[in-house]
């Protein structure tokens, strides 16, 4: 299991971290692991699952997390 930090999830999904946040809070982007008081990490399969899974749903706009 690898655990991604806040830049590099930016990096894969291509969204500003706030707006992570948001569809977090929303129940549409997995939910982040706190490691510490400061740092927190995202389990690597499960946002390579979530992209799997927009990419799946691409052609049903109605389907998209945002």
């Given amino acids: ?3 991604l930090s ?3 999830v930016k990096e894969m999904v291509l969204y500003s971290p706030q ?9 549409k982007f997995p939910k ?3 490691l510490g008081p400061n740092r ?3 389990v690597e399969s499960e ?3 979530w992209l799997e899974f927009l ?10 997390p945002e």
């Avoid at 990419?55 to 998209?64: A, F, M, S, W, Y």
């Fill in 19 to 27: 707006h992570i946040a948001r569809l977090e809070a929303a129940g």
């Fill in 55 to 64: 990419i799946e749903r691409r052609d049903c706009p109605e389907d998209t």
């Fill in 40 to 42: 927190v990490g995202w």
């Fill in 32 to 34: 982040r692991v706190k």
């Fill in 47 to 49: 946002i390579v699952d």
């Fill in 6 to 8: 806040k830049r590099q």
């Fill in 1 to 3: 299991m690898r655990l």
